[in-house]
Nanobody
């Protein structure tokens, strides 16, 4: 099991930026692909961004492509969010999934076995 703790959420104006962080408590962080999902009130939890074990490959939902950037370093994964829109408001969850292939970027919820508690992002218009 991996414990994941997100931070960095908050209130931001439309067009602003936030950087989310997710600290993973594991000695084998390099074995996990990482992802960020988000869930708005009344909606399903959806994939936002993912990064492979190696960090060489990333994948983004169309809705955030060009505005969000996922990265990883040591035992932390980051989500840089720029040009935020009111529709980006949600609880953002960090997720970790064991991957055999170092270059695979998982995008489905079932591929992630470990989840953080979430951090709230609010975007005012």
């Amino acid at each position: 099991q991996v414990q994941l703790v997100e931070s960095g959420g908050g209130l931001v104006q439309s067009g602003g930026s936030l950087r989310l962080s997710c600290a993973a408590s594991t000695r084998t962080f390099s074995r996990y692909a990482m992802g960020w999902f988000r869930q708005a009130p009344g909606k399903e939890r959806e994939f936002a961004a993912g990064i492979s074990r190696s960090g060489d490959n990333t994948h983004y939902a169309d809705s955030v492509k060009g505005r969000f950037t996922i990265s990883r370093d040591k035992n932390t994964v980051f989500l840089q969010m720029n040009s935020l829109k009111p529709e980006d408001a949600a609880v953002y969850y960090c997720a970790a999934g064991l991957m055999v292939e170092s270059s695979t970027v998982p995008v489905n919820r079932w591929q992630f076995g470990n989840w953080g508690q979430g951090t709230q992002v609010t975007v005012s218009s």
